[in-house]
């Protein structure tokens, strides 16, 4: 019976915390059960540890309303089209007419979706809990045969 491979490409069993580390990649193993975990430590304003690991906070959404993202999107269909304006024979001669035809197409339905945004936010703006709203039941569709 051949002896034990002490060779180093011989495969050794991974530990308990290899196993840990390769499942939660943020585990570490603490070699004193005093020590505070990272959750537990004091955090100084820019919300890193005393131990240098960041602490997850509360992330907000930057724009509810999406008023200001269909805006963005407007101005730059609007650039795009302005910077095509001058190369507009040049486009028809190449049959490529539609590049200008897509960016106004971009700014027709930015100004459309901005109108609804701007509707809505004012909505929202009205009723910020969804109070005035009428609760619809749930309707399951009837079932015959």
Do not use: K
Not at 59 to 68: A, I, K, M, S, T
Not at 121 to 138: E, I, K, S, V
């Amino acid at each position: 019976m051949p002896d034990a491979d002490h060779s180093p490409d011989a495969q050794v069993p991974p530990t308990t915390d290899d196993v840990l580390r390769m499942q939660h990649p943020g585990y570490a193993r603490r070699v004193n059960p005093d020590e505070p975990t990272p959750d537990e430590a004091a955090t100084d304003e820019s919300g890193r540890s005393a131990r240098g690991h960041l602490l997850a906070s509360e992330v907000h959404p930057l724009d509810v309303d999406g008023v200001r993202t269909v805006s963005v999107g407007i101005l730059v269909w609007t650039v795009a089209l302005l910077g095509l304006l001058p190369f507009a024979s040049r486009l028809r001669a190449a049959a490529m007419d539609w590049w200008l035809w897509t960016c106004v197409t971009g700014i027709a339905l930015g100004l459309v979706g901005l109108a609804y945004c701007r509707n809505r936010r004012d909505r929202m703006a009205q009723d910020p809990q969804g109070q005035d709203r009428p609760a619809r039941p749930a309707q399951r569709p009837e079932r015959r045969g």
